[in-house]
């Protein structure tokens, strides 16, 4: 099994955060299970972290956009599932109306398994631009959100912790943990996919007595569920309704070349 796995930063940022992310995809994918790891295209931002530029959502929608397209590109070289492998789950929908193999995304994933379970959410995210989408997109899956905590400082303590100062950002986490437990939360989610890989490699899996959810593993999983039970024709993919009716790949071709020749 293939699985396109596309993330929100850029390869070779950071030499640390690399081998976190593929340590991380090594210990939870399945036996059998390849995850291919894509980043944005070089020079999209010019720093380790992509804060600045996520908080907009006139860029959001340029990243969405790119995100669905290489959906297409992974269903095109023969890949099983593809995932949106950051918080606000970038081109999410618009995938999922382009292609027929399973879309996942890191948040989604998380949300319709706490409908699921019946789980209010406490979340936990270090960049502030993202509270709003992310909020929206719990409320469309139909979750309970019991506290969104933005850690303070937590940029910086991120690039701390990319330089292998952890303590700062688990002092943080837990601090903002505690702000979600009282509120009511019981899981915690980390919003972002950085911190979350963070977490993992150091083997948090509780903070202030409640769980914390590794968001990116849960998206593997429910890929290589859903790509399992569509082997066993236990489910399947629709193809009819507006959203779902998937056009000849010819007439697909021809729209889209001539779009992008007028532009």
């Known amino acids: 099994m293939r699985i396109w796995f596309q993330k929100h930063t850029v390869e070779g940022r950071s030499a640390l955060l690399d081998k976190l992310y593929a340590e991380h995809l090594a210990k939870v994918s399945g036996p059998g299970t390849h995850v291919e790891v894509h980043t944005l295209p070089p020079g999209t931002y010019g720093s380790t972290l992509p804060e600045h530029l996520v908080g907009y959502g006139q860029i959001g929608l340029m990243f969405g956009d790119y995100f669905a397209r290489t959906a297409v590109e992974a269903e095109r070289d023969g890949c099983d599932a593809w995932i949106s492998g950051a918080g606000q789950d970038p081109g999410l929908a618009v995938a999922r109306s382009q292609v027929a193999i399973p879309v996942v995304g890191y948040g989604d994933a998380v949300w319709q398994a706490a ?57 943080a986490y837990g601090e903002a943990a505690r702000r979600a437990a009282q509120a009511g939360a ?78």
């Not at 406490?122 to 709003?132: A, Q, R, T």
């Not at 469309?140 to 937590?154: D, I």
């Open 115 to 171: 409908r699921m379970e019946r789980h209010r959410l406490g979340v936990l995210g270090f960049i502030p631009g993202l509270v709003e989408p992310i909020i929206g997109n719990i409320r469309s899956a139909g979750a309970e959100l019991a506290s969104y905590q933005v850690v303070e400082g937590s940029a910086r303590l991120v690039e701390q912790a990319l330089n292998r100062d952890f303590e700062p950002l688990l002092d």
């Open 186 to 263: 019981q899981w915690l989610v980390p919003a972002e996919g950085i911190p979350n890989v963070i977490l993992v490699h150091l083997g948090v899996t509780e903070l202030h007595g409640l769980p914390v959810i590794d968001p990116g593993g849960l998206a593997i999983k429910t890929a290589e569920h859903l790509c399992e039970l569509r082997a066993l024709n236990i489910t399947a993919r629709a193809n009819t309704g507006y959203w779902l009716r998937l056009a000849d790949t010819s007439v697909v071709a021809q729209v889209r070349a001539a779009l992008e020749g007028a532009s």
